[in-house]
């Protein structure tokens, strides 16, 4: 069994910083491709991030990109999302997945495609 455990979540004014973990346990984490996903108040689940099992693929929304980046420690078995210039529209409770993937390069971007998921951690970010 898989579990998966977000941190790192809290309130952030808007254009400053936040890096979110996830731990992954039960298994090595380099067999599993990660991603982030948020679900904004009242809203869906929507596609934050993605990063392949061995790292060398990443992939985000159009709405993060170049604010927001994915990246992994196998030795650690933690994936992290580091925020930077936080919007108010970024707040939402932050979700950590993890599927298994056969191919280390392959990235997923929908949540129906992955396995496991953390409780979620909240991000709040004020003006």
């Known amino acids: 069994q898989v579990q998966l455990v977000e941190s790192g979540g809290g309130l952030v004014q808007a254009g400053g910083s936040l890096r979110l973990s996830c731990v992954v346990s039960g298994r090595t984490s380099s067999s599993y491709a990660m991603g982030w996903f948020r679900q904004p108040p009242g809203k869906e689940r929507e596609f934050v991030a993605a990063i392949s099992a061995s790292g060398g693929s990443t992939d985000s929304a159009n709405s993060v990109e170049g604010r927001f980046t994915i990246s992994r420690d196998n030795a650690k078995n933690t994936v992290y999302l580091q925020m930077n210039s936080a919007k108010l529209e970024d707040t939402a409770v932050y979700y950590c997945?993890?599927?298994?993937?056969?191919?280390?390069?392959?990235?997923?971007?929908?949540?129906?495609?992955?396995?496991?998921w953390g409780q979620g951690t909240q991000v709040t970010v004020s003006s």
């Open positions: 997945a993890a599927r298994a993937s056969w191919y280390s390069g392959t990235i997923y971007v929908r949540s129906n495609e992955y396995s496991y």
